[in-house]
């Protein structure tokens, strides 16, 4: 697993060792940061259930300004602490030890609104619905601002959630991603990307 793009490019990451750790092939992270393209210049990121950092650090790498990681497992944050460290970017980084599902959001999660927040939790156990559904959750993403979710293609999302609706979907594999504007950003727009 390394970094795909910009000032990191090539740079290895520490992975998590374990059968229930699943993180994002570099297939499917590629194919997600092209989608995003340029737009994530000058961003500010929110990486949940972060795993090993590797998105957030992916979209440091190509030019967002800041990125606050988020996980509950103490080890991923190790692992987390260590990329960032790895790719020289304490001072663009956050990381935050907190469990989003058990918890209420907290304060610690950084600064909202963010430019691109992305959601990214264990396959099979309903966290994406719990996590978009979260009292507060819309006010952490930006008016213009993008939501990735990485789900497995059997539990997709299919309809509108939280006052967030699916502008598109992707599917690798076994791997389905969507991306998600708030509502008021789709009015009078064409949805069919």
Known sequence: MRIISGKCKGRKLIQIQGNDIRPT????REAIFN????????TKVLDLFAGTG?????????????A???DAAPSSCTIIQKNIDLCKMRDQALLVHHD???LPLSKTLGTPP??????DPPYGKGYVETTLGKAG???LLAPTGILVIEQSFKESLTKPINGLDIYRQK???KTFISFLRKETMNKGSDNNE
Request: include cysteine; charged fraction near 20%; proline fraction near 2%.
């Open 25 to 28: 092939s570099d297939r499917v």
């Open 35 to 42: 989608i995003l393209g340029p737009a994530i210049k000058n």
């Open 68 to 70: 606050v990681f988020v």
């Open 54 to 66: 590797a998105m957030g650090l992916e979209a440091l790498s190509r030019g967002a300004d800041h």
């Open 171 to 173: 599917k690798y594999s």
């Open 100 to 102: 989003i599902i058990c």
């Open 114 to 119: 963010f430019d691109l927040i992305f959601v």
């Open 137 to 139: 959750f819309i006010d």
